[in-house]
Structure formats: C-alpha cells, structure tokens
C-alpha cells in the first residue's frame, strides 16, 4: 500500500523556531523576575548616596544622548529606505518592516505611559523617597513619579529588529542570503542591549526593564512580520493563478 513519504507530508501548523526562542526568553525573564535579581544588581552598581555614574560623561554623553541621537538618524534613513523608489526588497516589503518598527515603539512607550513603576535612581534604597513596588503590581504606586518601565531607550534599537526579518523569515518561495538578516539582528541586539546596560550603570532601569523591552518589540516584530508573509504568499498564489 502506498504511503506518502514524511518530506511531502505538510503540518496543520508549524511554530516558526523564532517563536520558539522567544518562549523561552519570555521564560527566563519571567523567573528573573521571580529571582529578586533586579535588586541585586542594582545594590552591586548603587549605593544609599545614589549611582556614582549616572553622570558619567562616557554613559550620559556619549552612550546616552549621543547614542540616542544616532538612533534617531537611522531611523530617518530607515523611513527614507522604506519609501525609495528603487531598492533590493519589494517596497511592500519594505514599508512592512517601517511599521513594525513604529509599532515597536510606540507599543514600549504605550505601556511606559501608563506604568506607575519609577526608577531605581528614585528609590528610598538608593537615596531618594519612593518605594520599591514590583513591576506585576500594576496600578500601584510607588511614591515617585513613575512612567519607567519597560526601557525607553533600549527600544531604540529593539525596533530595528523587524530589519532582519525579510532576510530570515523571507515570503513563502523566495530565496535570500541569511547572513544580511543575521547581521541586522545582531546589530538591533547590540544598540538595544548596549542602551540597556548604559541605562541600568546610570541607575535608570532595572535589567528587567530592557529584557521586557526586548519581548515588546521582538513580538511586535514577528507577529506582524507573520501576517505580512501570509498576506505576501496570498498575493503570489493569486498571481499564478492569473486573478
């Protein structure tokens, strides 16, 4: 009796592996959260008088502000690459990854705005008045002025994670060279987390803000990128059929 061979056999559905790692990032993060660790870390690079280098010229100057103002010109250049006539990507492709971004971020800075949660450089531990108060307590204050979690500024580089997804999660029969996307991953990893470290040395976030940054954006990201590809995949289809 025939049987059709495993490699012909098509799954009712088929978890992208990037899924997968983001799982179980969501996991660690999740018992970081549970670890107690945000406070640990804080105390190693904290005192009761406060951060001694939250005003570090290399932190505040140069890997802050100035950081930040790079950031904002790539994004400029990413809206000017979106939009250009001519390019190596499809532009529908291409305006897809600008939207994710922008939704990237303004899903961080939804969810900032309505945090009660304040920052460690405000804490009765490190010097100032407000108390601690879980990130998970939401709703409750915590007596400073709050608006400080997730990460701001790591954003400004886990948005540009949608960049690699064309090269990594390519349309359904098309075929591109995967270092480009694993380029541009490392490079929206590397702004992202390098921002994150600044800002936990300076005593404005706890790790977990930036690791929680990374979730919002990463999700964001591929789950736009995925109804992008279906909507790509569909168009194709109906091309070949000639509707």
Same mark, same amino acid.
Not at 50 to 61: M, N, T
Not at 99 to 117: C, E, F, G
Not at 221 to 231: D, I, M, P, T
């Given at each position: 009796?025939?049987?059709?061979?495993?490699? &012909?056999?098509? %799954?009712?559905?088929? @978890? /992208? *592996?990037?899924?997968?790692?983001?799982?179980?990032? =969501? $996991?660690?993060?999740? +018992?970081?959260?549970?670890?107690?660790?945000?406070?640990?870390?804080?105390?190693?690079?904290?005192?009761?008088?406060?951060?001694?280098?939250?005003?570090?010229?290399?932190?505040?100057?140069?890997?802050?502000?100035?950081?930040?103002?790079?950031?904002?010109?790539?994004?400029?250049?990413?809206?000017?690459? &979106?939009?250009? %006539?001519?390019?190596? @990507? /499809? *532009?529908?492709?291409?305006?897809?990854?600008?939207? =994710? $971004?922008?939704?990237? +971020?303004?899903?961080?800075?939804?969810?900032?705005?309505?945090?009660?949660?304040?920052?460690?450089?405000?804490?009765?531990?490190?010097?100032?008045?407000?108390?601690?108060?879980?990130?998970?307590?939401?709703?409750?204050?915590?007596?400073?002025?709050?608006?400080?979690?997730?990460?701001?500024?790591?954003?400004?580089?886990?948005?540009?994670?949608? @960049?690699?997804?064309?090269?990594?999660?390519?349309?359904?029969?098309?075929?591109?060279?995967?270092?480009?996307?694993?380029?541009?991953?490392?490079?929206?990893?590397?702004?992202?987390?390098?921002?994150?470290?600044?800002?936990?040395?300076?005593?404005?976030?706890?790790?977990?803000?930036?690791?929680?940054?990374?979730?919002?954006?990463?999700?964001?990201?591929?789950?736009?990128?995925?109804?992008?590809?279906?909507?790509?995949?569909?168009?194709?289809?109906?091309?070949?059929?000639?509707?």
């Amino acid at each position: 009796m025939p049987t059709t061979p495993p490699s &012909a056999t098509t %799954p009712v559905f088929a @978890l /992208p *592996r990037p899924f997968l790692w983001l799982g179980g990032f =969501l $996991a660690f993060t999740l +018992l970081w959260d549970l670890s107690g660790l945000d406070m640990a870390v804080m105390r190693a690079v904290g005192s009761p008088q406060g951060f001694a280098l939250r005003h570090d010229w290399l932190l505040e100057r140069v890997l802050h502000d100035g950081l930040h103002k790079t950031m904002v010109a790539a994004f400029v250049l990413l809206c000017g690459w &979106a939009l250009w %006539p001519r390019a190596h @990507l /499809p *532009r529908r492709e291409r305006v897809a990854v600008l939207a =994710l $971004a922008v939704l990237s +971020l303004l899903a961080v800075n939804l969810v900032k705005y309505n945090s009660l949660t304040s920052c460690p450089w405000e804490l009765e531990a490190f010097g100032r008045n407000a108390r601690w108060v879980s990130h998970w307590a939401w709703g409750q204050a915590d007596g400073g002025t709050g608006r400080c979690f997730p990460g701001g500024h790591a954003s400004s580089g886990f948005a540009f994670l949608a @960049l690699c997804l064309p090269w990594l999660l390519p349309p359904e029969g098309v075929q591109r060279r995967r270092v480009v996307g694993l380029r541009w991953l490392a490079a929206a990893l590397g702004v992202g987390l390098l921002s994150g470290v600044v800002q936990t040395l300076r005593g404005a976030h706890f790790p977990s803000h930036t690791m929680w940054t990374l979730l919002i954006c990463a999700s964001v990201s591929l789950a736009g990128w995925q109804f992008v590809r279906s909507h790509l995949g569909t168009a194709k289809a109906r091309a070949r059929l000639g509707e």
